[in-house]
């Protein structure tokens, strides 16, 4: 992307949404200063993030209702090989509540020489951003989120990964794809899963089983802290069970696979 850093055109935005039959509201919302600082905290200043801004502006694209959604942090730990059906009696007993049963395929983008992942203001901390196509068992309709995500290396958290992270849901994927090939980023890895997701809203603490291709099912934990964290893998008897605090690139590795990548 010639100009990465550089700002955002966004007459060009409107015309290139107008072409594509995108109706553009009247109304211009104003987007809170923190809200422009976590995006920007994530993916940099650069065009990536105005194009996100000036979206959420005209209502395009909204913060989704995932309740962890309303943390700037994600704090999570993977569980690996995990006995998924006894562990759902488990949380049911603890009054865990089933959120979401199906199919979800994560499609990542990065410009040619890699600018997120290596974040070119900022090159220790890497950034994502994906499309994210989810559809519940059963159904038909899918719902399509975009997902920025960057580690905090500086974090004090020694048991999770922790990472800033938003998630928006997106007005239209063909024409939001259709943007970010226009602004530089292309397809550049690709994962599908099945997904089984938990809660505890009281507690503020999730609990996703994963199951990839050839990886054995998996416990993803997501919690407030390392403390909160281990309280439940006490609970569900994983004391001894292998961990990863890394991202599912490492997790591929860790079975000697290879995600999909375009690039």
């Known amino acids: 992307m010639k100009n990465f ?14 072409d594509n039959w995108v109706e553009i ?28 801004i000036l979206l959420i502006s005209y209502g395009l694209i909204k913060i989704s209702e995932n309740l962890w959604n309303q943390f ?13 059906k006894k562990l759902w009696e488990k949380l049911l007993d603890l009054w865990a509540k089933k959120i979401f049963e199906g199919r979800i395929i994560d499609t990542y983008f990065d410009t040619k020489k890699k600018d997120l992942k290596n974040w070119t203001t900022n090159w220790w901390n890497k950034s994502s951003i994906r499309i994210r196509y ?18 905090d290396k500086q974090s004090n958290e020694s048991l999770l990964r922790d990472c800033y992270e938003e998630e928006f849901e997106i007005f239209n994927p063909i024409v939001f794809y259709k943007l970010l090939l226009r602004f530089g980023l ?19 603490i999730k609990f996703d089983f994963d199951k990839y291709d050839n990886i054995p099912e998996l416990l993803e934990i997501e919690a407030e802290s390392s403390k909160q964290a281990l309280k439940y893998i006490k609970k569900l008897n994983l004391e ?4 990863l605090n890394w991202g599912s690139s490492s997790l591929f590795k860790h079975y000697w696979l290879e995600m999909k990548k375009y690039f």
């Open 5 to 18: 850093n550089s700002k955002l055109n966004s007459k060009d935005v409107l015309e290139f949404l107008n």
């Open 25 to 52: 509201p009247n109304t211009i919302f104003s987007v809170q200063i923190n809200q422009k600082q976590r995006i920007e905290n994530i993916l940099g200043d650069n065009k990536i993030s105005d194009l996100i």
């Open 72 to 84: 700037e942090r994600e704090k999570e730990i993977k569980i690996l090989d995990v006995d998924s």
């Open 134 to 151: 989810k559809v519940n068992s059963g159904e038909q309709s899918w719902k399509y989120y975009c997902t920025i995500k960057r580690r």
């Open 186 to 204: 292309n397809e550049y890895k690709l994962k599908v899963k099945n997904r089984v997701w938990y809660s505890l809203d009281k507690e503020k």
């Open 240 to 243: 001894e069970k292998e961990t």
